[in-house]
């Protein structure tokens, strides 16, 4: 079984930067695909990006397209998310999530929630304005 475990939350002012880090730890890491997701309060989860296990493929919500990077380094068993120019709407509390797949989806990413097996216990980002 993996694990996940979330590191980097923080508070940080509006158009500073953050990144988050999300170390797997278990048996196979082997053809995860991975992604991040947010929750703000009285809001659903939402996906913010989402990266294969080849990790050339990715794809992210509209509303950090540009602002954000997820990276993914399989020597390590990490993604990570780079935020950059940080707004008080990303406030909330950040998720890393991995899928289990097999060789044929390994350039897939998966943007919906109920896709994914495991979860990491979430870590806050809250941006003042």
């Known amino acids: 079984q993996v694990l996940l475990v979330e590191s980097g939350r923080g508070l940080v002012q509006a158009g500073d930067s953050l990144r988050l880090s999300c170390a797997a730890s278990?048996?196979?890491?082997?053809?995860?695909?991975l992604g991040w997701f947010r929750q703000a309060p009285g809001k659903d989860r939402e996906l913010v990006a989402a990266?294969?296990?080849?990790?050339?493929?990715?794809d992210y919500v509209d509303s950090v397209k540009g602002r954000f990077t997820i990276s993914r380094d399989n020597t390590k068993n990490t993604v990570s998310l780079q935020m950059d120019s940080l707004k008080p709407e990303d406030t909330a509390v950040y998720y890393c999530?991995?899928?289990?797949?097999?060789?044929?989806?390994?350039?897939?990413?998966?943007?919906?929630?109920?896709?994914?097996?495991?979860w990491g216990q979430g870590t806050q980002v809250t941006v003042s304005s």
């Open positions: 999530a991995a899928k289990r797949t097999d060789y044929r989806h390994y350039d897939s990413y998966f943007t919906r929630s109920y896709e994914y097996d495991i």
């Open positions: 278990g048996p196979t890491f082997r053809w995860i695909a």
């Open positions: 990266i294969s296990w080849s990790g050339t493929s990715s």
